[in-house]
């Protein structure tokens, strides 16, 4: 086909596919007029749902596939699937045919499809999951949330660059801000890889942004724009940060439930409570991309509904339509990696193989 895609929206992945997928879609290309997709998936249950929502019609181009990726589906077998919707959807980014992708399908078999089929960009030696969170200060971003569970000093310094080049794309920063995640913010915290990387930045063209060493409340007050560490801790992070505002919700329900007074109270301090569920909601923050691929690859979680989805494709449509990959390579070009770092041959194996969390 002549025409190139915008994005490649995997139909089939998630727990509520294809109708929340087809919902999002259409949220999505109203905020997007000028985007084309392209839908893949099951072509005869994609077809009615298209026939009701004639704005996400209007936008995309279906492609039949007729096998979906099970969530709990182990990687290596993910790989096996060529005709799977998800591996449709990457290979026609390696095609050129769509600039990016979008799933909310198996984050582990997403992560090894797309590893094995885009590659890395030249200089990287692993892909990172970045994702947006809210703080005290505004959003901030936090890589990597899983895709490597141990990562060494090289790993850490080439998510910094690529956190600086996702907060400027995505959330606008002209000089974000970067913080490494550390059991401490004094320097000789940590251990021998955070304060090799921490020095490497020091040094770097990112030394006026790089704020130091990070706290784990630090998240949440915002001290930093950027949040970089391993992807074990960032996962753990961030299921951590997702289940203290459950809780804080559940506790609201109760205590504004627990009488006459206090359903008063709720009433008055409502529009203010709006705001706030508004602000905190998980939806706004969907979309994790996994960076350092060539192509832009962006993770919906698995139980996102239309409104969340649509939020993914858009952080999908920001990192196409601000060119993120060509800036990627830009800073990857400026900063000067030492000789005891080893060499990055852009294949993940450079120190050893990358352990994918297959969470969803």
Known sequence: ??????????????????????????????RHPAARFLLIGDEQRLAPMLRRQKRAAAHCTVRHAPEAIPGDLKPT????????????????????????????????????????????????????????SPSARGDLVMLDLGANVACDARNLVEFAVMGDVFARTVLGLPAPTIGLLNVGAEEMKGDERVRQAADVLRESYLAAQFHGFVEGHDIAAGTTDVIVTDGFTGNVALKTGEGALKLISSLLRQVFASSLAARLGYLLARAGLDRLREWLDPRRYNGAVMLGLNGVVVKSHGGADAYGFAHAIDVGMDMVVHHFNERMREGLARIALPQALGPGDGSGNGHGSPRVAAAR
């Open 1 to 30: 086909m002549s025409h190139t895609f915008t994005l490649a929206i995997d139909a089939m992945g998630g727990d509520h596919a294809p109708e929340m997928v087809i919902g999002g879609l259409a949220l999505a290309a109203e």
């Open 77 to 132: 077998a993910a790989l096996r699937l060529r005709g799977a919707s998800m591996r449709v959807a990457i290979d026609s980014v390696a095609a050129g045919e769509s600039a990016g992708v979008v799933s909310a399908g198996n984050t582990g078999a997403l992560l090894a499809l797309a590893k094995i089929v885009l590659k890395t960009l030249p200089g990287i030696d692993r892909p990172a999951m970045a994702g947006i």
